[in-house]
């Protein structure tokens, strides 16, 4: 099992200075952005591993994992005439993936060739601001 988390405030401070194709300074902008930025993420996996006969061996598992992630950008901007929202730079994302799989191989040896086959079976689901996916996908393993 693992578990991992992650928060962070992500304050910035960017001073811009405006000059004019002949070098003169022109004016000075300051933005603030202040981006929470937190992750988490669950995890747990079982194996197996069994002798099945002679030199033959299964390996078996099943995981699965949720990850989630938000960020929440808001900026500042700052002028001769003070401090003000920057409305049109502010965005938020918010990010979850869950993937749940069950895999399995068969390997062994004959003479001085060794093998293995296997698959996993995964299906994921991920679920954004802007899109929510889901699919199942096989992926099949061959080894000589």
Known sequence: MDY?????????????????????WQNN??????????????????DAKTPVAGLLTLETGLQS????????????VQDTTGLHPANSLNNSFHFNENINAIYGSL???????????GFRMEHTHVNASILDIQYTDLFPTVYL
Do not use: A, C, I
């Open 29 to 46: 902008n300051t933005l603030f952005s202040f981006n929470p930025f937190k992750v988490y993420v669950y995890s747990v996996m079982l």
């Open 65 to 76: 994992s949720f990850s989630s992630r938000e960020s929440n950008g808001n900026y500042l």
């Open 4 to 24: 991992l988390t992650m928060n962070d405030q992500g304050n910035q401070v960017l001073n811009s200075n405006t000059f004019t194709s002949g070098g003169n």
């Open 107 to 117: 390997n062994g040896q004959y003479k001085k060739l060794t093998w293995k086959v």
